[in-house]
């Protein structure tokens, strides 16, 4: 399959250009269904040979294995890939233990994503939650370092609010802030968003497909393994559910009359939200990731997408987007 002619976008002000959809890699290697290593690496391949080229991972997703399986599916395309990874936690073994930032911490943990990934460079290196035991520009000034070594190209934020944001970006600047921007999650529009346009910082929306809910082949909770990270995500549990399936209907009927997926017009919606939006929506399969990519030249009227912000306006989404017990360290 050749290239499909995927639009390109610059990440943030002062980043990489990369295609106008990245792929991510944590379900390769945990939270959804079984792993299959051979067919996440042959996506990985595919992904490279229809033009696009940002793949997004962590130290945490394993831990540690998603980073080496990338590093095995682009070794010796290496220079062809955009690669993105993030530090946080502390790990004993594959024990994840407490948040950690401190700079001797993020050092440690970037020689280890970088033995993974077999690379001498991370192209955008995030830290993947705020850790207040350490000050933001602490971490800034470290990335910093890294960057000024040739080891890091550019920094990233995830789940951060909008002051840490700004006081990072004061110190050394972001690039772009990755966070769960959805039709069903659409929290950033407030004030994040707002601030990271006003700063030049490109937005990198995660989880875009709403885990899976918005292609409309979602099932309830209570149907997902323990190991699945469905069974715990409160929007997808009991009343929750049948709430959040009116969304997935009108998404299903703007598809049905474009004779396209729900999966293409969740996508399509996010692109059209912005040119400063790099949504990396996530498969380990060949023939999800094309059909996603397709989304990147869906055209949608001012009147389907009406239908969809509509549909999914304040106060439509049922239930938290993560579980009470993690949501603190969101948005710090
Ligand atoms: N910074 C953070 O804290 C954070 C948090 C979560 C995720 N992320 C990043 O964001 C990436 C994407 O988010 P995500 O994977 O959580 O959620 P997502 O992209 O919203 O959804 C992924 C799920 O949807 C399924 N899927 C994908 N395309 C589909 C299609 N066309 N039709 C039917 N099902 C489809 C996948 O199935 P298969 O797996 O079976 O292909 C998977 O179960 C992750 O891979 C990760 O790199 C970052």
């Known amino acids: 399959m050749g290239s499909l002619d995927i639009p390109r976008r610059r990440l943030g002000r002062t980043g990489p250009e990369v295609s106008a959809l990245g792929l991510g890699c944590m379900g390769m290697s945990q939270t959804y269904g079984t792993p299959d290593d051979a067919e996440s690496v042959a996506t990985v391949h595919r992904a490279l040979e229809s033009g696009c080229d940002f793949f997004d991972t962590a130290e945490s997703y394993g831990p540690f294995t998603n980073e080496e399986l990338l590093g095995r599916a682009l070794a010796g395309r290496r220079d062809e ?13 594959a024990e994840r233990g407490p948040l950690n930032s401190r700079p001797e911490h993020i050092r440690r943990a970037v020689e280890g994503s970088l033995r993974r990934l077999g690379t001498d460079r991370i192209d955008i290196l995030y ?8 000050p933001i520009e602490d971490v800034a000034g470290t990335v910093g370092e ?10 990233g934020l995830s789940e951060a609010g909008a002051e840490t944001i700004r006081r990072a970006h004061a110190t050394f600047p972001v690039t772009v802030l990755q966070t769960e921007y959805s039709l ?4 950033v529009e407030d004030e994040i968003l707002p601030t990271l346009r006003e700063l030049g910082i490109g937005l990198v929306p995660y989880s875009p497909l709403g885990r899976g809910f918005l292609t409309g082949t979602a099932t309830r909770a209570e149907d997902y393994p323990e190991t699945d990270y469905r069974r715990h995500d ?9 709430r959040n399936t009116a969304i997935v209907d009108v998404v299903r009927a703007v598809a049905e009359e474009k004779h396209l997926t729900p999966a293409q017009i969740a996508l399509a919606w996010i692109l059209h939200k912005g040119d400063d939006h790099v949504p990396i929506p996530g498969t380990k ?3 999800t990731l094309a059909e996603n990519l397709h989304s990147a030249t869906v055209a949608l009227t001012e009147d389907e997408l009406r239908r969809l912000d509509q549909a999914t306006r304040p106060g439509s989404v049922a239930g938290t987007r993560y579980p009470e017990s993690v949501m603190h360290m969101n948005g710090r």
Do not use: C, M, N, S
């Open 127 to 134: 830290q993947h939650r705020v850790d207040l035991e350490v």
């Open 81 to 93: 890939a955009v690669i993105a990874t993030k530090f946080g936690w502390e790990y004993d073994g």
């Open 184 to 187: 069903w999650e659409r929290h």
């Open 234 to 242: 409160p929007r997808f549990q009991g009343e929750h559910f049948r």
């Open 146 to 155: 890294l960057v000024a070594e040739g080891k890091v190209l550019h920094f």
């Open 285 to 287: 399969r060949r023939t």
